[in-house]
């Protein structure tokens, strides 16, 4: 069902670098506007000088208060997080933080559409992961569960994604089928 | 009709103090679920000291792509950008750049809900202007018209906000009437 598509491979792109590629790809074709969101900065000291732009001298990473990625696609509103693990068999829930959880919910709650594309880099096997199934693994962790979501647990409750060429990572036809966009 | 509201003053709050404000009610209240992005910043070189954050030694302010407020209402994809000016009788169209017009033209394309928040700082007079509206003044200038939007289109074509207490700012309200969402 997920299998690797045996045409590309992603050449040691990143999931961010594929995904930014297809979001060109949309904008491009009209199809969707989706952005990845800047990285949060606390800017401390700022140079003016003179004749030349100004520099930034003392800054710090901040905490994203959202996840990384939102935009539109036929009036409705689309939000995604993008994760890679290294690892083979399950993918870590550690790899998301209670604020994103909790914009996802916040997300639901407002019928925005949400979810998540996972990834194995070891095997380039990728998921569609909507917010609500994220949701009940995070519970389930909260109370004692298991701290990651199996392989199995995806084939059943994901939505797998092949890589493509143009665009590399198609979620918008995806989300088009499961939304009846 | 855009009238200053006599009992509420912004006591020198900036627009975009107003509006965080204004989103965080939002949020609070499970009204909509609206953030301001983060400066786009290029980051050139960080240090990672031994037991202490990363720190960001050199970096640049960027040209943002987009406008900067975007999010979701009941669904709706809700796209917007804020401006002030000192002016009293008309608002300059040099406070928007080319990127956030063709960002806003896509959105439209996509049936996405977007508008711009102006205020006049003299007065606190503030206005709703949707895209499309902003977009006909805005060829009207590369045809050679105009360079600004006059007090009085604002007053025929935008939709007046007045300074409330909580919201500071009720943009989402004015946004469900128009387009009876
Ligand atoms: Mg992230
Ligand atoms: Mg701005």
Chains 1, 2 share one sequence.
């Not at 491979?9 to 297809?22: A, H, I, K, Q």
């Not at 952005?35 to 100004?54: F, M």
């Not at 409705?76 to 068999?89: G, H, L, R, V």
Request: proline share 4%.
């Amino acid at each position: 069902k997920a299998r690797k598509d045996p045409t590309y491979s992603n050449r040691g792109m990143t999931l961010e670098e594929d995904l930014n590629e297809t979001n060109e790809f949309y904008l491009l074709n009209n199809i969707a506007v989706i952005h990845k969101k800047p990285t949060p900065v606390q800017i401390v000291e700022v140079n003016y000088p003179k004749r030349s732009a100004a520099v930034i001298k003392e800054a710090y990473f901040k905490q994203a208060s959202t996840t990384d990625y939102n935009g539109v696609y036929k009036g409705k509103y689309i939000d995604f997080e993008a994760k890679e693990t290294k690892n083979s068999t399950s993918f870590p829930l550690q790899n998301f933080h209670e604020h994103q959880i909790q914009h996802m919910e916040k997300v639901i709650q407002q019928d925005g559409i949400c979810f998540v594309i996972l990834r194995f880099s070891s095997t380039e096997e990728m998921f569609l992961l909507e917010a609500k199934q994220l949701l009940s693994y995070w519970e389930r962790m909260k109370v004692g569960g298991r701290k990651s979501i199996t392989k199995e647990e995806l084939l059943s409750t994901a939505h797998p994604i092949s890589l493509g060429f143009r665009p590399r990572i198609d979620y918008i036809k995806k989300i088009d089928c499961l939304y009846n966009l």
